[in-house]
């Protein structure tokens, strides 16, 4: 089976779910969300899945496994941005139920629940907030958020009760810590890295930290003809100046990237020297701490630039979210894995938001890299191409097996464990049987269908 080929036809077919536009704009909780829903319900289906929408929006398709008592989840989210690409997000959602129903033609069955998670929203276009679905299953959901309304007017809490959703029960959803097993997100990278590495794959190490702050330069004001050069406070200059020195010591730095992506000038006018330039300075790194004293510099910075310019300055925090770190062993199970079905991959971080940091507050997380041609992402042209989503799925499989081998193999040392807390003349040998079976009955699947 050409499991890329497949995800590129089901891609292409769920990308018409969009508003009339360049590229795909699907938006939480409108007629092409359902529409898309409606998609990845059949999608589900073909792998040997239930489906439920949870009062969220979050679209669940939901396969039991051994006692059911523990659940392995895979997912990423459905929405884009505004004439966006079709594969951002919802490409995780097609390879992952790509990668079950692999699984389910094969007669490969977990030991544990396995469901795959289509989340509402996740880009945060339509409202003033995002990962709602995620932060309902975490408990980490701000009831507050209910209040923010979209460009039309209507808030969340209506959007949601007129998508058949029940914004009173958004606190019940959370799920219990101890029966999930992990969240496994498959993305396209968004950025160059593995382009450039000739590489199809990469393991995400975490998600990168987030600063904003607001910079203000004040100076004064006067006549472009009039004012001499060496009389004025050019508050333009100093931006400038600050500008330039934040770029060069990012560019020195190997763990932050910092951007200026909005700046506004007042009087801004042809003839006027300009006294008040406003900036914004976005820092993200993987390293809190990197993050945190790069931003301390730029305090520095900005603070010898004014007085260079005799400039009155102010520096204000906008927001700062904490880096998430990817599970050290859910990693190195994904990295065996990569190395199984792609040869060779790399770890790199995610310089960009998403769901995995949300799931984070309620299970450990992995993430995994498919190349995109030359990074582009958030726009039309974003493209994956169909034999790394091959590779992808087949990824997704193999580390299914690793995940199933694994829990057979701590389950019984647990119920051994507990056992001999019971029964101290127990032998481990019926769990070491038992333990010995199961690893050896998947590995017997797994030779035969790499053999056919």
């Not at 998609?39 to 969220?56: T, V």
Request: a negative charge.
């Amino acid at each position: 089976m050409n499991w890329g080929q497949l995800a590129q036809d089901r891609l292409s077919e769920i990308s018409k779910c969009s508003l009339e536009s360049s590229g795909v704009s699907r938006f939480p909780f409108t007629p092409e969300h359902s529409k898309a829903l409606a998609i990845i319900q059949d999608w589900m289906a073909k792998a040997g899945l239930g489906a439920s929408i949870d009062d969220a929006g979050t679209l669940i398709g939901h396969k039991k496994g051994g006692d059911g008592t523990k659940t392995l989840f895979l997912g990423s989210h459905q929405d884009s941005v505004r004439d966006g690409g079709k594969y951002d997000g919802i490409m995780g959602i097609v390879l992952a139920c790509l990668a079950v129903e692999k699984l389910h033609t094969e007669g490969f069955e977990t030991p544990f629940n396995i469901e795959v998670l289509a989340f509402a929203d996740e880009e945060g276009v339509r409202f003033p907030t995002a990962l709602l679905g995620p932060r309902t299953l975490a408990g980490t959901y701000d009831p507050a958020v209910l209040s923010m309304k979209d460009n039309d007017g209507i808030s969340l809490e209506d959007a949601l009760r007129d998508f058949g959703c029940g914004p009173d029960n958004l606190s019940n959803l959370a799920r219990n810590p101890d029966e999930i097993i992990g969240y496994l997100e498959v993305h396209i990278e968004q950025g160059p890295v593995l382009e450039i590495e000739n590489l199809a794959l990469g393991v995400v190490t975490g998600i990168c930290g987030i600063e904003r702050n607001t910079v203000n330069f004040c100076g004064e004001t006067g006549h472009a003809g009039t004012v001499p050069m060496g009389n004025r406070r050019d508050a333009l200059l100093a931006a400038s100046e600050f500008i330039h020195l934040i770029n060069h010591r990012a560019t020195k730095s190997n763990e932050v990237l910092a951007t200026v992506g909005s700046i506004s000038v007042y009087p801004n006018v042809v003839n006027a020297i300009p006294s008040k330039a406003s900036l914004t300075l976005e820092i993200r790194s993987i390293n809190d701490q990197a993050r945190e004293n790069f931003a301390a510099d730029a305090l520095n910075i900005a603070h010898e630039v004014a007085q260079k310019y005799s400039a009155d300055f102010s520096f204000l925090q906008t927001y700062n979210q904490a880096a998430v770190l990817c599970d050290p062993a859910l990693m190195s199970r994904l990295k065996k894995s990569t190395n199984n079905t792609a040869g060779k991959s790399i770890t790199l971080p995610s310089g960009a938001t998403h769901d995995a940091s949300a799931m984070a507050d309620l299970c450990p997380i992995s993430m995994l890299f498919v190349r995109c041609k030359k990074g582009i992402s958030h726009a039309p042209e974003e493209f994956a191409s169909s034999a790394d989503m091959h590779v992808a799925v087949e990824t997704i499989a193999d580390n299914s097996w690793h995940a199933t081998s694994y829990f057979q193999i701590r389950t019984t040392f647990f119920h051994w464990v507990r056992d001999t807390v019971s029964n101290p003349g127990i032998s481990l040998l019926k769990h070491e049987k038992k333990c010995v079976f199961g690893v050896f009955l998947n590995l017997t699947r797994i030779a035969l269908v790499r053999k056919n």
